[in-house]
């Protein structure tokens, strides 16, 4: 698949404006096509949240698959409804899709229940992505809060494994409880990447517990380096936001060079159902992934 630009993609500081293509027409090829697939393996990542590997049927479809990380698909289990799930794994990836998926409510909780081997339905990728070619060269803060480690993981393996095009790397995650935290086996495999670091909170810490106590912008006040020539990844529930945003402007981040990723309920995903809307903006394909100035200035998007 051939990158587009994303209408937010516009590199504002070099007055360079990229051709748009606002309705996204040339990706809405195939998005009618549900991709056949089956789940390859589950695993437990928490008491909520499960890991789950897909892969397409079709072998030409399987190949020709491709995503750019922020992206999500829509995922459908047969006889109980589709559902929008972000992309975690890794771009190089091949063969199959990985999945991180809360137990929410019904299409979520009956996946929990699926077994290796069950059908579901693939469309997509759709959406906005995060804009890591612009990013090249910048040191980058990565931010998650929760669940929002999930479409954060993408972003972190693409940067990971294309170490080289990257500054300094800060990786700050923070969850309620311990037991919440989410890719906990793959922590050290991050830490030890040359320039990334990996920094954890908690609110409520168990006896075992030795990492930092409160909330994620307690670590980004620990960071004593200038930040103004960064970029910004921020994912998590809109609650944080306004909290990581505000520091990190702060800070001296240009709003426009920070990144979040907004969830709505989604049908379609295609910008046909108008279920997804934040006035005109379609949260399904001129998101979700916005930079936090754009989210100011949409009317009720936080
Ligand atoms: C772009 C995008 C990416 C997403 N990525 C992931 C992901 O990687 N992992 C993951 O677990 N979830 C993700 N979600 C959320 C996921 O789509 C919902 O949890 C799912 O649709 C719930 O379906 P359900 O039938 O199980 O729950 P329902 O029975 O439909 O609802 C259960 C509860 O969840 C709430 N809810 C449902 N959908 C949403 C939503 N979109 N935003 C906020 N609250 C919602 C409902 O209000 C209700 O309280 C994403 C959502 C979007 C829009
Ligand atoms: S989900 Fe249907 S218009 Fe966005």
């Known amino acids: 698949m051939t990158p587009l630009l994303h209408p937010y993609d516009v590199t504002r500081e070099e007055g360079f404006r990229a051709p748009l293509d606002y309705n996204r027409k ?13 789940i390859v393996s589950v695993i437990r990542l928490t008491r909520k949240e499960r890991l789950f ?26 006889g109980f409804g589709e559902i929008p799930i972000s992309i975690c794994g890794s771009t190089s990836q091949k063969g199959f899709l990985e999945l991180c998926i809360r137990e929410a409510g019904r299409v979520t909780t009956m996946l929990h229940r ?38 954060l993981r993408a972003p972190i393996m693409h940067i990971t494994e294309n170490r080289s095009d990257y500054g300094e790397v800060r990786i700050l995650y923070g969850t309620t409880e311990p037991e919440q935290l989410l890719f906990d086996y793959q922590y050290e495999q991050w830490r030890r990447v040359d320039g990334v670091t990996l920094s954890l909170t908690v609110d409520r810490p168990d006896a075992g517990w030795q990492g930092a106590v409160g909330n994620v912008v307690r670590l980004l006040e620990e960071i004593n380096t200038p930040l103004e020539e960064s970029y910004a990844i921020v994912c998590g ?25 907004l969830e709505r309920r989604m049908q379609c995903g295609m910008g046909k159902c108008c279920r997804c809307n934040v006035g005109s903006t379609y949260v399904c394909m001129d998101g979700p992934v916005f930079d936090f100035w754009t989210v100011m200035n949409l009317k009720e998007a936080i």
Do not use: W, Y
């Open 26 to 38: 040339s990706l809405l090829k195939d998005v009618d096509r549900c991709h056949k697939a089956e």
């Open 53 to 78: 590997h897909i892969r397409l049927l079709e072998q030409g479809e399987r190949e020709r698959f491709s995503f750019l990380p922020g992206q999500f698909v829509m995922l459908e289990l047969p």
């Open 114 to 151: 699926a077994r290796v081997g069950s059908r579901v339905g693939i469309r997509g990728p759709f959406g906005s992505f995060f804009p890591l070619e612009r990013m090249k060269g910048h040191d980058i803060l990565l931010v998650a809060g929760g669940l929002g480690l999930a479409p």
């Open 237 to 261: 529930p809109p609650v944080m936001f306004n909290s990581v945003c505000g520091t990190l402007h702060s800070r001296g981040i240009p709003r426009d060079r920070m990144f979040v990723s």
